[in-house]
T-cell receptor, first 111, second 115 residues
Framework: SQQGEEDPQALSIQEGENATMNCSYKTSINNLQWYRQNSGRGLVHLILIRSNEREKHSGRLRVTLDTSKKSSSLLITASRAADTASYFCATDAYGNNRLAFGKGNQVVVIP | DADVTQTPRNRITKTGKRIMLECSQTKGHDRMYWYRQDPGLGLRLIYYSFDVKDINKGEISDGYSVSRQAQAKFSLSLESAIPNQTALYFC??????????????FGEGSRLTVL
């Protein structure tokens, strides 16, 4: 079964606004990761947050993790047209030794 | 040059044909993965390998086989392609991380169409 379900599925925002995506999962995890995919291209790793971490920042990205609710959020601040992409969360569940990806969030940033 | 290279990038074939998708990497990673992506379904794991002698089935391995010819090479085969195997296929690598899975590095994908 799929680990990692993003919500909402599609988001359209104006340049300069913030974009927030959420991801929920079902089992205990070692870490949770976020990836970006530009149309038809390979996925690119954005950020990894470990199960004992609650928040992590990387440039304009902020990721939170709530293991009690089994959920994570990705915030992109001051969005740019170049942020237009699909964003996926992926979970590394205990004992699985592999990542399970969610269905993805399509974000469109309007210039 | 790309660190993870997939060939071919695009392929159109007919039902029943045998197809091989190849992946090579220059990152020196032990772990390699094959995923398929379908619209609305995200990425699903087909097979993964932690070293040359270690091959494991993922969640959707039926109809597929793999070969880890060397640390740097991991091939995916469709012995008899069928139309519902039409998808975008990704190879990925990661470094050894013990019981944890670290960052994956993806190739650019192989788009396969089965008529």
């Amino acid at each position: 079964s799929q680990q990692g379900e993003e919500d909402p599925q599609a988001l359209s925002i104006q340049e300069g606004e913030n974009a927030t995506m959420n991801c929920s999962y079902k089992t205990s995890i070692n870490n949770l990761q976020w990836y970006r995919q530009n149309s038809g291209r390979g996925l690119v790793h954005l950020i990894l947050i470990r199960s004992n971490e609650r928040e992590k920042h990387s440039g304009r990205l902020r990721v939170t993790l709530d293991t009690s609710k089994k959920s994570s959020s990705l915030l992109i601040t001051a969005s740019r047209a170049a942020d237009t992409a699909s964003y996926f969360c992926a979970t590394d569940a205990y004992g699985n030794n592999r990542l399970a990806f969610g269905k993805g969030n399509q974000v469109v940033v309007i210039p | 040059d790309a660190d993870v290279t997939q060939t071919p990038r695009n392929r159109i074939t007919k039902t029943g044909k045998r197809i091989m998708l190849e992946c090579s990497q220059t990152k020196g990673h032990d772990r390699m993965y094959w995923y398929r992506q379908d619209p609305g379904l995200g990425l699903r794991l087909i097979y993964y390998s932690f070293d040359v002698k270690d091959i494991n089935k993922g969640e959707i391995s039926d109809g597929y086989s793999v070969s880890r010819q060397a640390q740097a090479k991991f091939s995916l085969s469709l012995e008899s392609a069928i139309p519902n195997q039409t998808a975008l296929y990704f190879c990925a690598t990661s470094n050894t991380g013990g019981s944890n899975t670290g960052e994956l590095f993806f190739g650019e994908g192989s788009r396969l169409t089965v008529l």
